[in-house]
């Protein structure tokens, strides 16, 4: 059964440094998500993307956070400088188009030291 | 803006007891409802789809109903096993368009004791 993958699936970066986390989603999907779990807390909506463009994002996705579609597979989000704030788990997720149900990746877990 | 809660917060159970986990939602203009699953540490599991005209859903064990007006959603597992245990997360997503943002609720944390 498809699924969405992401990678790496830790990663531990120092404050003020860049980190790109990667994603492949379900090949025929056309929307994708970017969500974010703070330990202990609700999952938050960051960024969809559809049609190679930013279709809605939240205020938490302010310019610090970037994201990319490069080769029409993998689906990146970048985070310019990290804050210790930014320690979360990343989830990817991917929709199609008539059910709209979202699938969601196992996560990458951001460490920000 | 879409609050979602879900109660109870925590819940524990003996194996092979019925229980209802519940969900309510601020603004009943919605486009679908969706549970999750999340293991310790793991990713989300999607569990059920409601679409907003739809009343409920049922995959094996596990139904799902969905009343848009009260803005509520309930979750029944029957039969409940020791690897259901995990967190229960329900979300909505907007009626603009099906591709906006899945608004989450906390969570019911489940224990289902052997």
């Known amino acids: 059964e498809p699924e969405v993958t992401q990678t790496p699936s830790h990663q531990v970066t120092q404050m003020g440094q860049e980190v790109i986390l990667r994603c492949v989603p379900i090949?025929?999907?056309?929307?994708f998500y970017w969500y974010r779990q703070i330990l202990g807390q609700k999952v938050e909506f960051l960024v969809s993307?559809?049609?190679?463009?930013?279709?809605?994002k939240s205020e938490i996705f302010d310019d610090q956070f970037s994201v990319e579609r490069p080769d029409g597979s993998n689906f990146t989000l970048k985070i310019r400088s990290t804050k210790l704030e930014d320690s979360a788990m990343y989830f990817c997720?991917?929709?199609?188009?008539?059910?709209?149900?979202?699938?969601f990746g196992p996560g990458t877990r951001l460490t920000v030291t | 803006k879409q609050e979602v809660t879900q109660i109870p917060a925590a819940l524990s159970v003996p194996e092979g007891e019925n229980l209802v986990l519940n969900c309510s939602f601020t603004?009943?203009?919605?486009?679908?409802l969706q549970w999750f699953r999340q293991d310790p540490g793991k990713g989300l599991t999607s569990l059920l789809l409601?679409?907003?005209?739809?009343r409920e859903q049922t995959s094996g064990r596990l139904n799902a109903s969905l009343d848009k007006s009260s803005g509520r959603s309930t979750l029944y597992i029957a039969a409940s096993q020791p690897g259901d245990s995990a967190t229960y997360l329900c979300?909505?997503?907007?009626?603009?368009?099906?591709?906006?943002?899945?608004?989450f609720g906390e969570g019911t944390q489940l224990t289902v004791n052997p």
């Open positions: 993307f559809y049609n190679n463009e930013i279709s809605e």
């Open positions: 409601i679409q907003s005209s739809q």
């Open positions: 979300a909505v997503r907007r009626q603009e368009t099906s591709g906006s943002r899945l608004t």
């Open positions: 090949s025929n999907h056309l929307y």
């Open positions: 603004d009943s203009a919605i486009y679908n």
């Open positions: 997720a991917s929709g199609g188009l008539v059910l709209a149900e979202q699938y």
